[in-house]
């Protein structure tokens, strides 16, 4: 699966950008796409926040208005290498998500974006448990990411980006329980709501306290 298109997108941060620009259209723009898992959550300057698998730093310019003191992590010194030209108000981290060279309980939120989809079910779920593992008692993981579409619609429109652009680790998501996943891991949920005629998810999960 996945065209040359993916290779491209990776290699060219401008075609990147723009894809992600032409996808968010569909939840309102790129601000809003960003805004999706921020919503309801207290944030203030001091709130410790990771970005996790941060890539070029597209999210991290808009969580770096909520507070003065974010984390990046990326496993790419490509991606981090732009992401420190592109959002230098952020602090950043090489590594792994699934061994995250972090020490435990040190965020009060864990945030990541359409990331997850790229992790094959064995990863995704020890990501999992490295984020449960560097959240404060009581702090907040939350993301968006790819979901089965609920309306017959926006079918045609998934299938042909995840065939231009994925690959297999994105329609094994489609079919996984994530929210049954994260409550295994130890999480309570908060929200778990859907956009773009169920085609995409955002879930707010706390780490229960104790």
């Not at 020490?103 to 490295?130: C, G, N, Y």
Request: hydrophobic content about 40%.
């Amino acid at each position: 699966m996945a065209t040359v298109l993916r290779n491209w997108s990776y290699q060219y941060q401008w075609l990147y950008d723009g894809i992600s620009q032409l996808a968010a259209l569909a939840v309102g723009g790129e601000r809003r796409f960003h805004y999706l898992p921020l919503q309801n959550l207290t944030i203030c300057h001091e709130t410790k926040i990771l970005d996790l698998c941060c890539g070029s730093g597209q999210a991290t310019r808009f969580l770096v208005e909520y507070s003065q003191n974010v984390t990046g992590l990326d496993a790419s010194p490509l991606s981090l290498g732009r992401a420190k030209r592109n959002v230098p108000q952020a602090g950043y981290v090489e590594g792994l998500a699934e061994e995250m060279p972090l020490p435990d309980a040190q965020f009060d939120i864990v945030h990541t974006s359409v990331a997850l989809h790229e992790m094959t079910p064995t990863v995704l779920r020890q990501i999992i448990k490295e984020v449960h593992r560097v959240l404060k008692p009581g702090g907040i993981f939350t993301l968006v990411d790819f979901h089965k579409p609920t309306n017959f619609l926006f079918w045609p429109g998934v299938a042909i980006f995840l065939w231009l652009f994925e690959t297999e680790t994105a329609w094994q998501l489609l079919e996984e329980d994530l929210v049954g996943l994260l409550e295994e891991t130890g999480f309570k949920i908060c929200e778990h709501r859907l956009y773009a005629g169920g085609s995409l998810q955002v879930i707010q999960v706390r780490k229960v306290e104790g």
